[in-house]
């Protein structure tokens, strides 16, 4: 069994900065890749970045390249996404996800475990 619990969400100016964190507990998730998706009004829900099971190999999605970074902290069982720059499209709820091969998949349909979300709100 696998629990995800984000956090870190909020209401910020476009522009800012925020850290969004999910927390894990249960089965070790070390071999697994994770990654962090969201799901906007009125879109599908789509994939934002992963970060390999080895902590070093990650992806993201082409709009938010140089703005959002992913990481992970084994000894915490903390996966972050920090985001940069956010933009009033950036808004969302975000949701992290575990993925059991550990390759670090662009889509969402590859994980298995998810959070419940966290609202990240961007304004004007």
């Known amino acids: 069994q696998v629990q995800l619990v984000e956090s870190g969400g909020g209401v910020v100016q476009a522009g800012g900065s925020l850290r969004v964190s999910c927390a894990t507990s249960g089965r070790t998730l070390s071999t697994y890749s994770m990654g962090w998706c969201r799901h906007a009004p009125g879109k599908e829900r789509e994939f934002v970045a992963a970060i390999n099971w080895d902590g070093v190999r990650t992806s993201y999605t082409d709009s938010v390249k140089g703005r959002f970074t992913i990481s992970r902290d084994y000894a915490k069982r903390t996966v972050y996404l920090q985001i940069n720059s956010l933009k009033p499209e950036d808004t969302a709820v975000y949701y992290c996800?575990?993925?059991?091969?550990?390759?670090?998949?662009?889509?969402?349909?590859?994980?298995?475990?998810w959070g419940q979300g966290t609202q990240v709100t961007v304004s004007s």
């Open positions: 996800a575990a993925d059991l091969s550990g390759a670090g998949s662009r889509s969402t349909r590859d994980y298995a475990y």
